[in-house]
């Protein structure tokens, strides 16, 4: 009888502005190193908050940093020395974000039936959430150095809302000098009014587990990246005293891939980025670890369409930007960078993408799968951070009124049938404040700048679609 697949956590190593973490599965073991600036002291933490709670905070920063163990499909989870901190809010936080990101893993190697590891050695104890002390600036937003990153920027900049930025570079998407110097470059074009940053080393992504261990049976890794992110920005948030935390997450991002005919669930490749994960999150760190504290994504309310809009604004911005994920700043051949192309064409002057890509994307053979499953012609869309099936139709429209060419844009021709343009556009430039509320003292100034967008956009794409 084959034993049973046993992922496990084990030590935390930290020094004044390091953690190491240690987890695995079976007789694999994996690190992840996590760099902080010198914003961040744990010795500082530890006695301002008490050891108990460092260890209860980096333990959340160990088990959401090794839940991509899940891709390997363990049956048991064992806490090793963590066992005193898994209480039962922590196994249904813990569960609901594996499951929600992990039904593209389970859709791409058909386990529907699959739910996780049962965890081992309960013992269900907690501390109480600390209070936050408040610091001069109280927004930290999040700057990944892509177009999202820049109009969350502006916005808060054009509403008088002094932020800090953090910058993070992970060993997945290459070196961590040239990520970081990347991201410097659109810094440079912003008024942050602190600057963090933060590495991170990953063994686990890198590894080759489904080439040299072929008993898993696995073809695709995943990671609940902005969970992760979220719990190992903490130590920082208690350092610099930030009462809330800026993301860049779209509203189409609550939209998924596909509905899985066999569950019937939705499968959102960006689950980790929906405002129900963040609800979910929030009210978890909320009540268990810092009070007075909130995560909001400002662009919530907006779809692509908006965004996108947005960024003629900041023109001398856009060529320091970067969104792909395999070759920064632009592979040029991937789903992400075939849908910024797209729409940085249908939203932007030509000649100004032109001198950022240098090649018509649509014709590309490598994008021409994820230009499909863009338009709606195939069985999903990407497994990507993209906009919805509408959003991407209508800047192949847009496109085609400026006159471009393509392979891509000859599909569009060819098998796209008729749209009802002002109805997706009306839509899609809709700000959606009620269903994603911001905090009162950023919704006050920023939402009237979403509505003079959205009403500009508007009027602009109607106008562009009847000449």
């Known amino acids: 009888m084959q034993a049973e697949r046993r992922m ?12 190491e973490l240690h987890y695995g599965i079976d007789d694999l073991a994996f690190t992840t190193a996590i760099w902080y600036g010198p914003e961040v002291d744990f010795y500082k933490l530890e006695a301002r908050y008490g050891t108990d709670y460092l260890n209860w905070l980096l333990f959340h920063i160990l088990a959401f940093e090794a839940n991509k163990v899940l891709s390997l499909g363990p049956e048991t989870l064992d806490p090793g020395p963590h066992a005193r901190w898994i209480t039962p809010a922590f196994i249904q936080l813990w569960h609901t974000i594996g499951h929600k990101v992990w039904a593209q893993w389970r859709y791409q190697h058909n386990r529907p039936d699959y739910s996780g590891p049962r965890f081992l050695n309960q ?14 600036v109280e927004i930290l937003a999040f700057c990944g150095g892509g177009k999202d990153s820049l109009v969350a920027m502006k916005l808060l900049e054009r509403a008088g809302l002094p932020y800090a930025t953090l910058a993070y570079a992970h060993s997945i998407y290459g070196l961590a000098a040239h990520q970081h110097a990347l991201i410097d470059r659109l810094l440079d074009t912003c008024e942050p009014a602190k600057r963090h940053k933060q590495w991170v080393s990953d063994t686990f992504l890198d590894a080759p587990v489904a080439e040299l261990y072929p008993d898993y049976q696995i073809e695709h890794l995943l990671a609940a990246e902005t ?14 005293g930030y009462r809330h935390i800026a993301l860049a997450h779209e509203r189409s991002a609550d939209t998924g891939n596909l509905i899985w005919d066999v569950t019937g669930e939705d499968v959102n490749h960006q689950w980790g980025k929906s405002l129900e994960a963040e609800n979910l999150i929030n009210g978890y760190i909320q009540q268990e670890l810092i009070s007075g504290f909130t995560y909001f994504s400002l662009l919530k309310p907006l779809y692509d369409v908006v965004i996108f809009s947005l960024l003629e604004q900041d ?10 994920n395999l070759a920064k700043p632009w592979c040029k051949r991937c789903p992400k960078c075939a849908y910024v192309w797209l729409n940085y064409m249908a939203y932007l002057p030509v000649d100004a993408v032109q001198n950022i890509f240098y090649e018509n994307l649509l014709d590309l053979p490598e994008n021409q799968l994820a230009y499909r499953q863009m338009l709606g012609l195939e069985e999903h869309t990407p497994f990507e951070c993209i906009g919805q099936i509408p959003e991407a139709r209508l800047a192949f429209e847009l496109i085609k009124r400026k006159g471009l060419t393509g392979r891509a844009l000859d599909i569009y021709n060819a098998e796209v049938p008729p749209q009802d343009w ?25 939402q009237p700048l979403m509505e003079q967008a959205s009403t500009l956009a508007r009027q602009k794409l109607k106008q562009a679609v009847e000449t």
């Not at 104890?125 to 936050?132: I, K, R």
């Not at 969970?227 to 610099?240: D, E, K, M, N, Q």
């Open 227 to 240: 969970p992760a992110s979220i719990f190992g920005v903490l130590p920082l948030v208690l350092s610099g």
């Open 315 to 324: 023109l001398a911005s856009v060529p320091f930007t970067h969104s792909c």
């Open 123 to 136: 013992m269900g104890s907690s501390l109480p959430a600390v209070e936050l002390d408040t610091g001069e």
């Open 8 to 19: 496990w956590l084990g030590e935390i190593k930290w020094a004044a502005r390091s953690l």
């Open 422 to 446: 002002n109805k997706i556009i009306d839509r899609y430039t809709r700000v959606t404040a009620e269903d994603a509320p911001l905090p009162r003292s950023v919704a006050k100034p920023v």
